[in-house]
């Protein structure tokens, strides 16, 4: 399995900053993905990262908004930009089976936002 | 495009009864079908997945789901519940494997009655 650590795991930010939200994981992976975790919804897709290439972003997502880096193979950062209460949600990041010997998809254990 | 439906919000059972979290699915190719289980504070972890092959699949914690194609189904059960399967859980599906997008259905919370 992959082990994915995720910074900072909560956050209280003032309205108009901005987040930026680390993923950092113990193997080499190709892709990796960010959700959107809104209060009492479902996980939303905001994006895909591929090292080396621009992200792919899910449509209603923008990359003003959610700027995404990927630096190399083991590790990407998502920004939250000019916040407003409406982002307030728990973000994940998440990458596939580093050896792609298995069909699951690992998740770190997510960052609470919170925009006053 | 993908769908997942998880009907209700909350799923309240005694401890020791049975457990059944429903889940339907749309999709246009063959899918891949998971469930993931959320404790407070925690990451998602997953319960089991379906790819290929035998339609019953077991998981970990004494879960189990069928893979009913004719329903477009993928429910969740466990023969008695446990206080410690309390969390919330989340039906998802892909198209191509999980190097490939999850689409998520709301999720459902379990609660366990002593």
């Known amino acids: 399995s992959a082990v994915i650590s995720q910074k900072p795991s909560r956050d209280i930010c003032q309205r108009g900053t901005s987040l930026t939200i680390q993923c950092q994981v113990d193997s080499q992976v190709t892709m990796m993905f960010w959700y959107r975790q809104q209060p009492g919804q479902s996980l939303t897709l905001i994006a895909t990262a591929n090292q080396g290439s621009e992200a792919t972003y899910e449509s209603g997502f923008v990359i003003d908004k959610f700027p995404i880096s990927r630096p190399n193979l083991t590790f990407s950062t998502l920004t939250v930009s000019n916040m407003s209460p409406e982002d307030s949600s728990i973000y994940l990041c998440?990458?596939?089976?580093?050896?792609?010997?298995?069909?699951?998809?690992?998740f770190g254990q997510g960052t609470r936002l919170t925009v006053v | 495009a993908q769908s997942v439906t998880q009907l209700g919000s909350h799923v309240s059972v005694s401890e020791g009864a049975l457990v059944l979290l429903r889940c339907n699915y749309s999709?246009?190719?063959?899918?891949?079908l998971f469930w993931y289980v959320q404790y407070p504070n925690q990451g998602l972890q997953l319960l089991l997945k379906?790819?290929?092959?035998?339609?019953l699949v077991k998981g970990i914690n004494g879960f189990e789901a069928e893979f009913k194609k004719s329903e477009t189904s993928f429910h969740l059960t466990k023969p008695s519940a446990h206080m410690s399967d309390a969390a919330e859980y989340f039906c998802a599906v892909s198209d191509a494997g999980a190097n490939s997008k999850l689409t998520f259905g709301k999720g459902i919370t379990l609660s366990v009655r002593p």
């Open positions: 379906y790819t290929t092959g035998a339609t």
């Open positions: 998440s990458v596939e089976d580093p050896w792609g010997r298995d069909t699951e998809a690992f």
């Open positions: 999709s246009s190719v063959p899918p891949y």
